[in-house]
């Protein structure tokens, strides 16, 4: 497969980021990829977020489109819906399709490299956790042990083998967003990332990390917390625990 050949659609969920989207766009079309395009999924950003991007895009002539929302859904269906999107726009066409945050902290000069791997893989992991991944110099010790702690524990209670479970930084083959059940996601949340990770295992799709560093976002603050980590865990234990009543169910009636 000649991957230069394919379209690249780069989803973007926003809320209130007029200042990094502006560097985020430079940088994706200062890559020189040939074909790519961004949607920007925004939650009607207070600060303009989505006429910031338009207005940048139309005076450079890059390719966004902007998909705007009423109100603030949450990060999950914001991908959801993107993901529809490019699939409704394009429902025949071999694409490849990248989900990444808007605030900086996933770096866009990664992605030739990632698309490369689609050559030979069905997705692509932004990983923090595989040899030569990490995280911002200037974290916190609280913070660094909250990511890999979360991480850990999700990866314990999910039985995931994807090292970097939680990466919010991936490139996909149109066709795994075909088969995924969206309909089985119960996050909007963080807990997005994980049930998309454990939809992609279970379907056998062929999954490679690929290392890199995650910095530090440009304006604002992080909104990672114990609290959201617990709700991502809850939510993954309920979803089991129903499958494995359906099971006995289906055991004790056959």
């Known amino acids: 497969m000649n991957v230069n050949r394919i379209p690249v659609y780069v989803v973007v969920p926003t809320y209130n980021e007029a200042q990094s989207?502006?560097?985020?766009l430079e940088e994706i079309f200062g890559l020189g990829i040939e074909n790519i395009h961004v949607l920007i999924v925004d939650d009607?950003?207070?600060?303009?977020?989505?006429?910031?991007?338009?207005?940048?895009?139309?005076?450079?002539?890059?390719?966004?489109?902007?998909?705007?929302?009423?109100?603030?859904?949450?990060?999950?269906?914001a991908y959801v819906e993107g993901f529809k999107e490019v699939l409704r726009e394009l429902p025949e066409e071999e694409v490849f399709?990248?989900?990444?945050?808007?605030?900086?902290?996933?770096?866009?000069?990664?992605?030739?490299?990632?698309?490369d791997l689609l050559a030979t893989n069905d997705v692509v992991v932004g990983s923090r956790y595989c040899q030569?991944?990490?995280?911002?110099?200037?974290?916190?010790?609280?913070r660094k042990g909250l990511s890999t702690g979360g991480n850990w524990a999700i990866r314990f209670v999910s039985g995931l083998k994807v090292n970097d479970c939680t990466s919010g930084f991936k490139v996909f083959r149109s066709h795994v967003l075909k088969d995924i059940v969206w309909d089985e996601i119960r996050c909007s949340g963080f807990g997005f990332q994980i049930e998309i990770a454990m939809q992609c295992e279970n379907h056998g799709f062929r999954i490679q990390e690929y290392p890199i560093?995650?910095?530090?976002?440009?304006?604002?603050?992080?909104?990672?917390s114990i609290a959201i980590i617990l709700e991502a865990i809850y939510k993954i234990i309920c979803g089991r625990f129903k499958i494995f009543k359906v099971i006995k169910f289906l055991k004790l009636n056959t």
């Open 97 to 115: 399709v990248v989900q990444m945050d808007a605030d900086m902290s996933h770096s866009p000069s990664y992605l030739p490299n990632m698309i």
């Open 132 to 142: 030569g991944g990490g995280s911002d110099e200037n974290w916190s010790v609280y």
């Open 213 to 224: 560093i995650f910095n530090d976002r440009v304006s604002g603050d992080s909104k990672m």
């Open 21 to 24: 989207i502006l560097v985020l």
């Open 44 to 77: 009607n950003s207070p600060d303009s977020t989505a006429k910031v991007a338009q207005c940048y895009a139309r005076n450079n002539r890059f390719s966004v489109s902007i998909l705007n929302r009423p109100t603030k859904k949450g990060l999950g269906t």
